[in-house]
């Protein structure tokens, strides 16, 4: 991965223009759509949890922690499992949010976008969180017609198993995990059709 890049294809210059990018010592690259701060509260219900600005932290090839993949209750078929793994060799997306949170709604239909463009290479997957009533989340899902499905995480116990990679109180935030199973960028905050098709395309071509 070069320490700076310009997003191509018909999109072209989406990222570019929104994010600059950041060499440190340690090879990771940081690419900032903001100071990349997570002490802002969000407007939300759920005491002590906080919002970044869409912040993208992007990893180099061969500097990828492995993500967790761990297994919940589908929302709306609580009955049945899935697990946070994409098929066919394709880019997951992992999007946590909660219907309380006032970034999530306002991402929602980029995300709902986002993966319509990308159908043909990422599998979108949400992570539910802190919604005690899952009829709260179902409304959710149905008010922005989201097209994926969502494990339904109303302690946060799931979400904890990606400490290392998410701030348990940032929400909403996104991983994206390549082919191999690897973690290859997280955006903290809210993010935008733009900038998550622009990572989706990188990480999808092997950046």
Same mark, same amino acid.
């Given at each position: 991965?070069?320490?700076?890049?310009?997003?191509?294809?018909?999109? +072209?210059?989406?990222?570019?223009?929104?994010?600059?990018?950041?060499?440190?010592?340690?090879?990771?690259?940081?690419?900032?759509?903001?100071?990349? +701060?997570?002490?802002? %509260?969000?407007? @939300?219900?759920? $005491?002590?949890?906080?919002?970044?600005?869409?912040?993208?932290?992007?990893?180099?090839?061969?500097?990828?922690?492995?993500?967790?993949?761990?297994?919940?209750?589908?929302?709306?078929a609580l009955d049945t499992t899935m697990t946070t793994k994409a098929s066919d060799g394709k880019v997951l997306v992992l999007n946590?949010?909660? $219907?309380?949170?006032?970034?999530?709604?306002?991402e929602a239909p980029d995300l709902v976008r986002a993966a319509a463009a990308t159908s043909d290479r990422a599998e979108f997957i949400?992570?539910?969180?802190?919604?005690?009533? %899952?009829?709260?989340?179902?409304?959710?899902?149905? $008010?922005?017609?989201?097209?994926?499905? @969502?494990?339904?995480?109303?302690?946060?116990?799931?979400?904890?198993?990606? $400490?290392?990679?998410?701030? %348990? @109180?940032?929400? %909403?935030s996104t991983l994206v995990v390549d082919r191999e199973g690897k973690v290859a960028a997280r955006i903290i905050g809210k993010t935008?059709?733009?900038?998550?098709?622009?990572?989706?395309?990188?990480?999808?071509?092997?950046?």
């Amino acid at each position: 991965m070069h320490d700076s890049r310009t997003h191509r294809g018909p999109r +072209s210059g989406r990222v570019a223009r929104a994010l600059a990018a950041v060499a440190l010592s340690g090879g990771l690259v940081v690419t900032l759509a903001g100071c990349g +701060s997570t002490s802002t %509260p969000t407007d @939300s219900t759920q $005491s002590g949890f906080v919002s970044g600005d869409g912040g993208v932290t992007i990893l180099p090839v061969g500097k990828r922690p492995t993500a967790p993949v761990v297994t919940g209750p589908v929302l709306g078929a609580l009955d049945t499992t899935m697990t946070t793994k994409a098929s066919d060799g394709k880019v997951l997306v992992l999007n946590v949010w909660g $219907s309380w949170c006032a970034p999530c709604r306002a991402e929602a239909p980029d995300l709902v976008r986002a993966a319509a463009a990308t159908s043909d290479r990422a599998e979108f997957i949400g992570l539910n969180t802190r919604d005690l009533d %899952p009829l709260q989340a179902e409304a959710f899902v149905r $008010s922005f017609a989201i097209p994926y499905p @969502s494990i339904y995480d109303p302690a946060g116990k799931l979400l904890l198993e990606f $400490s290392d990679q998410l701030p %348990p @109180s940032g929400i %909403p935030s996104t991983l994206v995990v390549d082919r191999e199973g690897k973690v290859a960028a997280r955006i903290i905050g809210k993010t935008t059709e733009a900038t998550l098709v622009g990572v989706i395309d990188d990480v999808a071509a092997g950046k």
